[in-house]
C-alpha cells in the first residue's frame, strides 16, 4: 500500500477563496497525523503562456500515506470529524486513491462508516489499489 490519496474539497456556494480556507484548515488537521506529507494538489501543468511551474488546484490536497491501514484509516477519520464538525455547511471532501473513489459528505455517519470501512479494506485486505 502506501501512495498518494487525493482529496477535493467542496462547499456548497464557496468561491475559491472560501475553498483554499478550508483546504488549509484540513491540511492543518492533517498535519497533526503520523503521514509522510499533506501539501496542495497541483493541477496538470501551468496554462499556456504561463510561466507558473505548477498550478494548485483550489481545494485540493495531496495525501502521502505510510505503508499501514492504519494511515488511511486515520486520515478518513479526520475528514469525516471534520466534515461532522461542518454540519449544515454544505461541504463534501471527495477521495481518490488509485483509480479508486469515495466521496463523504452530509450522509448520516452510520452510512459512511459503512463507506469507510468498505474503501479502507478494498486498499488492504484484497491488495488494491
Known amino acids: 500500500m502506501g501512495g498518494q490519496l487525493r482529496l477535493q474539497i467542496s462547499e456548497e456556494n464557496a468561491d475559491a477563496e472560501r475553498l483554499a480556507l478550508l483546504s488549509g484548515y484540513l491540511?492543518?488537521?492533517?498535519?497533526?497525523?503520523?503521514?509522510?506529507?499533506v501539501s496542495a494538489a497541483l493541477d496538470g501543468g501551468p496554462p499556456p503562456g504561463s510561466r507558473a511551474v505548477s498550478v494548485a488546484s483550489v481545494g485540493g490536497l495531496l495525501v502521502t500515506l505510510g505503508q499501514s491501514a492504519q494511515s488511511l484509516s486515520a486520515v478518513v477519520s479526520a475528514i469525516s470529524a471534520w466534515l461532522r464538525r461542518g454540519r449544515n455547511s454544505g461541504r463534501t471532501v471527495r477521495l481518490e486513491l488509485g483509480t479508486d473513489k469515495l466521496e463523504?459528505?452530509?450522509?448520516?455517519?452510520?452510512?459512511?462508516?459503512r463507506l469507510?470501512?468498505?474503501?479502507?479494506?478494498?486498499?488492504?485486505?484484497?491488495?488494491?489499489d
Open 27 to 37: 491540511r492543518s488537521e492533517l498535519l497533526q497525523l503520523d503521514l509522510e506529507d
Open 104 to 113: 463523504l459528505s452530509q450522509a448520516s455517519t452510520a452510512d459512511q462508516e
Open 116 to 128: 469507510i470501512e468498505l474503501f479502507i479494506s478494498r486498499h488492504f485486505l484484497e491488495g488494491g
